[in-house]
Each structure stands twice: as structure tokens, then as C-alpha cells.
């Protein structure tokens, strides 16, 4: 059984960063899409961008793009998410999310994925 677990989550300015992490367990292999997803508040949950575990992809929503970047580390079975230049709109929970065998016209669609954590808060404010 695939385990998720987000951390790095925490309040900044405008226009500064942060490095969110997921950690897995419970047999990711080389065909899982790990993929992050956010929700703010009163909004519906949306991709933001996600990798496969072999290292296919990666793939980003457009509002992120030239902004955030996703890696994993295979050593420490740990997907990050790199967030730069943050704006008050990218305020929100953010997901982790994994699913065995996602083909890449899918990974962008939340009813795909099987396995979620349990969210990490990202505040964007002055």
C-alpha cells in the first residue's frame, strides 16, 4: 500500500520560495506518476505538476510553469516540488498524489489518482 507523507509547507512573501517534499512507501516503482496537486480556499483541488517515477515527463499546469520545478530522488523515495517567485494566488493546501501506469494525456486529471497524503499549507501573503 502506497504511503504519502508532504512536509515544507509554511507561510511567505511575495515573490519568495519554498521546497516542498513528499515521501513514499509501500512499492513506488519505475511506472508510478507522482504528481502534486493544490487547493485553496473555496476552490477546487487543480494540478499543478507531476513526474513519473522512472523519470518520464515532467509535466506542469500553466500557471506554474517557469515557476515551480518537480525532481525525485530514487535514493530517498522522496518527490519534491521547487516553488519560485510565489504569488498570493498559489496560497493553498497542496497534495501529493500517486497512481501506477498513469499514460501522460492522464496525469493531469485528479480521479486518476489512488494514493493522496494528507496536505501541506502553502500561504503566499505580505
Known amino acids: 500500500q502506497v504511503q504519502l507523507t508532504e512536509s515544507g509547507g509554511g507561510s511567505v512573501q511575495p515573490g519568495g520560495s519554498l521546497r516542498l517534499s513528499c515521501a513514499a512507501s509501500?512499492?513506488?516503482?519505475?511506472?508510478?506518476?507522482i504528481g502534486w496537486f493544490r487547493q485553496g480556499r473555496g476552490k477546487e483541488r487543480e494540478f499543478v505538476a507531476s513526474?513519473?517515477?522512472?523519470?518520464?515527463?515532467?509535466w506542469y499546469a500553466d500557471s506554474v510553469k517557469d515557476r515551480f520545478t518537480i525532481s525525485r530522488d530514487k535514493a530517498k523515495t522522496t518527490v519534491y516540488l521547487q516553488m519560485r517567485s510565489l504569488k498570493p494566488e498559489d496560497t493553498a493546501v497542496y497534495y501529493c498524489?500517486?497512481?501506477?501506469?498513469?499514460?501522460?494525456?492522464?496525469?493531469?486529471?485528479?480521479?486518476?489518482?489512488?494514493?493522496w497524503g494528507q496536505g501541506t499549507l502553502v500561504t503566499v501573503s505580505s
Open positions: 498524489a500517486a497512481e501506477y501506469g498513469l499514460i501522460a494525456g492522464l496525469v493531469g486529471r485528479e480521479s486518476e489518482y489512488q494514493h
Open positions: 509501500g512499492g513506488i516503482g519505475a511506472s508510478h506518476v
Open positions: 513526474i513519473r517515477w522512472s523519470g518520464g515527463g515532467p
